[in-house]
C-alpha cells in the first residue's frame, strides 16, 4: 500500500495538534497501511514537537476506537474511516447505552477517510462486461465514495443506469461491513467500488443480489453469488441446532458493546432449555475459544464476524443467526432484517 | 485440568458476592483452566443470582487484569495468581503511576490464588536423582508454594539442603515470570515446583543456574541450562545491533504499562541516530508487527515475553536488552540486573 494513494491530510492533522497544543498524539489505522504509520509519526512528530503514540493493535472499523490509547493521548486520528456516530446510523448506536464511548471520544477522536485518488474509471469500464442488467445499485467505501458520480457516469456510456442510494451513513452510496442502507435501491445487480471482500460478501448476503466487485488498485473484478454465501450461513445455523450449551460472546470493543442485547438473548436461551454463558472478549479467535465447555457460540460483536468464523469447528452464529435456533425468528429473516431498517448490530 | 486439582474457593467467593449484593460478577481464568469455567459460572450464578460474565481474553498474570470487564462487574475474580500489589513488589509497581490501575480496583478484583492439593512430595522424590549438588534453592508458582516446607523435609532425608528465599512476593519460595527474588539463595541449583516452561526459563536466565524443574501433576522432571538460554538472548540482541530504526513497544496491559520508561527510552535511541517509534498494544503478536517498517522492536510490556518472540523474523529485545544495543549497559549486566534487586519491568 502506497503512501501517496490515499490523501492522509497531514497538513491538517499537524495544523489541529498546533491549534490544540496536543502534545501526545495517537495514531490508528487499518492493519494494510501500518507500512506507512512510521513515516507519518516522524513527519508529524518533527513539525509539531508532539510525542506520537502508533496503535499496534487490530483496527477494523470506526466501531474499534483504541480507547487505551485515547485514554493516554491528547488526540487521537483514527484513520480509514468515517465519522460514524454524528449520523442517523451512529445516532442510534450511541443511544445504545454503549459504556465504553466516553463522552469526550467526540472531543478527542479525529476520523481522517483516506479518500483515495486512484481513477475510479478503468475499473469501472473493466466492471461493465460483467453487468448483466441494465439498472447496478453503485456503492462504495468510504474511500471511493466521493467517484461515485463519475463511475455513473461511465456506465451510462455503457448503457447502464447506476442508482446511488440514500444511507443512513455519512455519504450517499457508502457502505459499511455492517450497514448497506445505501444498497436498498430498485436494481438487479449490486456494483460495489473497494477492495476486500468483506463489504462485498455482506452486500451479497443482505441484498440477495449477485454483486460485482471492482478494485480500482488491482484492476480485479469479483463476483459474488448471494445464494452460495447464504448456504453457509444456513449450515452453520444447522450445526448449532442441536446445540445443548451456548457461549455468548460479549464484544468489549468501543462500539460492540451492547450488555442490555447479550443479557437478554442468554435469559432466552436459558428458557429454551440450553446452558447459557456470557463471555467477554476484546479480539476473538478461535484459540480463544477453544477451551470452553460449550457446544456452540453466539457472537454479538461485530455481526459480520460470524462469517469469518466458518472455518472453527464449533459454529459461531450472529445473534439472528441464534434466534433461529431458539425459534424465535424464521430462516428468511436472518437477511431482511439485518440488512436494512433493523441492522443486526444495533 | 481437572477442577478439582485446584482450590476454586467457591464457598468463599459465593459469600462475597452475597455480602456486597453484587448483581454482576466478573470470572478471569488463565486459559488451562477455561474448561472448567462454565461449571464455576453456573454454580455461582445459580446460588447467588448473580449475572456471570467470564473474561474470553488471555490472562498471563496478576499484571493481566481485564479492565474492561472490571469496569462493568460489582466483582471480579481472578484466578490462579496471587495479590501482586499489596507486598513490596506491587508497592514499587504502583508507585511508578501506571495509569490502567485504578483505585478502586483494589475494591474490586479478588485474587482467587488456586491452591493445589496434590501431593509434592513423589515428583520431588522422583527429582532428587537430577541434583547433582548438595544445597538447592526450592521456589514455586502460588499453586504450590504452600508445600515447600513438605518438600524441604523429602529433600532432607535424600541428604539435600533446601533453601527457601525470602521474596518480594506475598510468599517466600514463591516466584512469578517477572520476580525471582526468592531464588537469590546460596545454592548450587534451583529446583522449581510448578507446571510450563515460563519460571524454568526465566529461573535459569537469571539466576544463571542449573534448574530442575518437577511438574507434580505430570510427574515429569525437565532440566534448564543456563548458558543455552542466554545463548539465545545474546543471539537476539547481535541481530539487532544494525538495526536503523525500532518499535518500542508500550503494553497497554494493565499492569505492564510504563509510558515514562517507554519515552527515555525512545529519547536515549533517538539520541543515538537510530529512528524510534511507539507503538501500544494489548497483545503483541507476530502478524501484528509484520507491517511495520523498522528494523528490530523492544518490548516493553512483559520483560519476559521477549523470550517468546525469538521465532520472529525481525529481533524483539527487552528494554534491558535493548540499552545493550544502545551501548548503555553491558553484556553481562542484562541477566544481574534484571533478576533480583531492579526487575527489568518494575
Redesign the interface.
Given at each position: 500500500m502506497e503512501r501517496n494513494t490515499y490523501d492522509f491530510e497531514l497538513e491538517k492533522i499537524k495544523k489541529l495538534i498546533k491549534e490544540r497544543g496536543a502534545k501526545r498524539v495517537?495514531l490508528q489505522l487499518p492493519?494494510?497501511?501500518?507500512?506507512?504509520?512510521?513515516?507519518i509519526?516522524?513527519e508529524i512528530s518533527k513539525d509539531t514537537g508532539a510525542?506520537?503514540?502508533?496503535?499496534?493493535?487490530?483496527c477494523y472499523g470506526a466501531c474499534d476506537i483504541?480507547e487505551?490509547?485515547e485514554?493516554?493521548v491528547d488526540v487521537l486520528f483514527h484513520f480509514g474511516h468515517s465519522d460514524t456516530f454524528s449520523h442517523s446510523f451512529g445516532k442510534a448506536f450511541l443511544s445504545k447505552k454503549r459504556?465504553?464511548l466516553k463522552e469526550n471520544y467526540q472531543k478527542k477522536v479525529f476520523f481522517i477517510e483516506l479518500r483515495s485518488g486512484v481513477d475510479v474509471k478503468p475499473v469501472v469500464e473493466k466492471a461493465v462486461a460483467e453487468i448483466k442488467g441494465d439498472t447496478v445499485g453503485l456503492v462504495a467505501t468510504v474511500q471511493h465514495v466521493h467517484a461515485l458520480k463519475e463511475a455513473k457516469v461511465v456506465l451510462a456510456r455503457f448503457g447502464k443506469k447506476a442508482v446511488i442510494g440514500k444511507s443512513r451513513l455519512k455519504y450517499d452510496g457508502q457502505v459499511l461491513g455492517c450497514d448497506f442502507s445505501s444498497a436498498a435501491v430498485p436494481c438487479e445487480e449490486i456494483l460495489f467500488i473497494g477492495s476486500g471482500s468483506f463489504h462485498s460478501v455482506g452486500l451479497a448476503l443482505y441484498t440477495g443480489k449477485r454483486v460485482i466487485a471492482a478494485d480500482p488498485f488491482t484492476m480485479q473484478i469479483s463476483i459474488y453469488e448471494a445464494e452460495e454465501l447464504r448456504k453457509k450461513r444456513y449450515m452453520a445455523i444447522a450445526r448449532a441446532l442441536d446445540a445443548k450449551?451456548v457461549?455468548i460472546?460479549?464484544g468489549?470493543k468501543s462500539g460492540q458493546f451492547n450488555?442490555d442485547e447479550v443479557?437478554d438473548l442468554k435469559k432466552k436461551a436459558v428458557e429454551k432449555g440450553l446452558?447459557a454463558?456470557?463471555?467477554?472478549?476484546?479480539?476473538?479467535g478461535e484459540d480463544?475459544?477453544?477451551?470452553?465447555?460449550?457446544d456452540a457460540f453466539v457472537n454479538t460483536a461485530c455481526p459480520r464476524l460470524a462469517e469469518d468464523f466458518v472455518h472453527f469447528k464449533k459454529p459461531v452464529l450472529s445473534a439472528k443467526e441464534f434466534e433461529v435456533v431458539l425459534g424465535e425468528r424464521s430462516w428468511e429473516d436472518i437477511f431482511k432484517l439485518f440488512s436494512f431498517k433493523n441492522n443486526g448490530c444495533f
Amino acid at each position: 500500500m502506497e503512501r501517496n494513494t490515499y490523501d492522509f491530510e497531514l497538513e491538517k492533522i499537524k495544523k489541529l495538534i498546533k491549534e490544540r497544543g496536543a502534545k501526545r498524539v495517537g495514531l490508528q489505522l487499518p492493519e494494510g497501511l501500518k507500512t506507512v504509520v512510521t513515516d507519518i509519526a516522524a513527519e508529524i512528530s518533527k513539525d509539531t514537537g508532539a510525542e506520537v503514540i502508533i496503535s499496534g493493535n487490530s483496527c477494523y472499523g470506526a466501531c474499534d476506537i483504541d480507547e487505551k490509547l485515547e485514554r493516554i493521548v491528547d488526540v487521537l486520528f483514527h484513520f480509514g474511516h468515517s465519522d460514524t456516530f454524528s449520523h442517523s446510523f451512529g445516532k442510534a448506536f450511541l443511544s445504545k447505552k454503549r459504556f465504553v464511548l466516553k463522552e469526550n471520544y467526540q472531543k478527542k477522536v479525529f476520523f481522517i477517510e483516506l479518500r483515495s485518488g486512484v481513477d475510479v474509471k478503468p475499473v469501472v469500464e473493466k466492471a461493465v462486461a460483467e453487468i448483466k442488467g441494465d439498472t447496478v445499485g453503485l456503492v462504495a467505501t468510504v474511500q471511493h465514495v466521493h467517484a461515485l458520480k463519475e463511475a455513473k457516469v461511465v456506465l451510462a456510456r455503457f448503457g447502464k443506469k447506476a442508482v446511488i442510494g440514500k444511507s443512513r451513513l455519512k455519504y450517499d452510496g457508502q457502505v459499511l461491513g455492517c450497514d448497506f442502507s445505501s444498497a436498498a435501491v430498485p436494481c438487479e445487480e449490486i456494483l460495489f467500488i473497494g477492495s476486500g471482500s468483506f463489504h462485498s460478501v455482506g452486500l451479497a448476503l443482505y441484498t440477495g443480489k449477485r454483486v460485482i466487485a471492482a478494485d480500482p488498485f488491482t484492476m480485479q473484478i469479483s463476483i459474488y453469488e448471494a445464494e452460495e454465501l447464504r448456504k453457509k450461513r444456513y449450515m452453520a445455523i444447522a450445526r448449532a441446532l442441536d446445540a445443548k450449551s451456548v457461549g455468548i460472546i460479549v464484544g468489549m470493543k468501543s462500539g460492540q458493546f451492547n450488555l442490555d442485547e447479550v443479557i437478554d438473548l442468554k435469559k432466552k436461551a436459558v428458557e429454551k432449555g440450553l446452558g447459557a454463558y456470557l463471555i467477554a472478549m476484546d479480539e476473538i479467535g478461535e484459540d480463544k475459544l477453544l477451551g470452553f465447555k460449550v457446544d456452540a457460540f453466539v457472537n454479538t460483536a461485530c455481526p459480520r464476524l460470524a462469517e469469518d468464523f466458518v472455518h472453527f469447528k464449533k459454529p459461531v452464529l450472529s445473534a439472528k443467526e441464534f434466534e433461529v435456533v431458539l425459534g424465535e425468528r424464521s430462516w428468511e429473516d436472518i437477511f431482511k432484517l439485518f440488512s436494512f431498517k433493523n441492522n443486526g448490530c444495533f
